[in-house]
């Protein structure tokens, strides 16, 4: 053979080289995009799981457990993005009614959390609830590996406090949690999603009962064992979105392997944190206000004024406690024990202790001297009631509460004492009642 014919089938090996290269690196190239959906999760996953640093988006994270959480999140080492709307400021306006600290807008704070720590946290403003491409886009793009939810209006009396209210509650929180968990099914991302529930999804009724954490066993008709969610018995429009939002959480978790941690979260007391102390700029929000402040807070704001402690009807609620700081690790634990992948969606009892309001305001009384006054229950609820309750998953997973103490109460009489001259103290006393009734009987007096 000649020299010529030699080089010109060398040649065509050297092309179909080439072409082979080519086609390996085309499939090799193609091969994720056939993995079934469920397979990239899993991959994913695995992934995830590998790296103790974490991409977290902090959904509501400008918010009164937002911001500390973003700032403990941060302060761990992970890359934290906030997503808010700011929507709690707007409320303050609507309310009439601020923040008894002096909070610094977003850029502010997170200007200052990096001339301190030198950690960026990111922010982007983005409705959660009515902003679907953004939110999409933004999970798309950072692919987070975790996403922490608290977008979501909080407080009962505000949303029983007219039609207004009761419909923004229902449309923001359930449109939130349902375009946040189809947003990362689209975006095709394994994110574990950590929610803020709270434990009135139970209701405050006197269960005959320890209530456990999330689900129950039963026996159903003709004999069958089943594990079912507890039964909700919501006690406001708020807690009921709460209810609905745990239903979406099971069918998504079912249909779609989204990885889901439900935390059943009690009154939560407090204001400052480790990282929220470190900076003026930094502080916590506090709210005092009938809507707003949860009864401790506002407990402590009265004492600080020199006025009488207002208790709801006979004071007999039971309710389960929880320090703002203990929140934010609770978060921590949830994000570092992830469900595994096909496991139903976990469940935890997110309190410290249980304790009866009056026996609350006695605490607070015995401390500053202050009086005490009941008023009329803007509530529909029972009048005594008791609440046992399971929160063995977090203290088995570390979890060593603060409870209430009266030497713990300093720190939030600090506060109170320090900005008591911005309290508006007509705003401390209820303004939404619960039905037609419960206004009625409060324009009878008490």
Known sequence: MCSSDLRERASERSMMSKVLMVLALSEALLAPQRLTHSARRATRA???????????????????????????LSDKGHDVTIVDNLSRRNIDTELGCDSLTPITHPEERLEAWKELTGKTIKFENIDVAAEYDKLEQLICGVQPDSIVHFAEQRAAPYSQKGPKQKRYTVDNNVCGTHNLLTAVVEADCNAHIVH???????????????????????????????????????????????????????????????RITDLHQGIVWGTATPQTVKDERLVNRFDYDSDYGTVLNRFLMQSAMGIPLTIYGTGGQTRGFIHVSDTAKCLQLALENPPKAGEQVHILNQIAQTVRVRDLAEMVKKQTGCEVQYITNPRQ????????????KFRNLGLNPILLDEALFTEVRDVTTKYKSRCIKEKILPTSFWNKKRTAANEDGP
Not at 210 to 224: M, Q, S
Not at 382 to 392: G, I, K, P, R, Y
Request: some cysteine; proline content about 5%.
């Open 46 to 72: 695995s992934a995830v799981t590998m790296s103790a640093s974490k991409k977290i988006l902090v959904l509501g994270g400008d918010g009164f457990c937002g911001w500390p959480t973003a700032l403990h």
């Open 196 to 258: 803020l529930g709270t434990m009135g999804v139970y209701g405050y009724g006197t269960s005959g009962g320890e209530i456990p954490e999330g689900y129950i066993d039963v026996i159903l008709p003709g004999g069958r064992e089943s594990k079912i969610l507890h039964p909700a018995y919501p006690g406001s429009v708020y807690h009921s979105t709460k209810c609905l939002d745990a239903i979406l959480f099971q069918f998504y978790n079912k249909n779609d392997g989204v």
């Open 381 to 392: 609820e029972s009048a005594e009631n008791e609440l046992d309750v399971q929160n063995q």
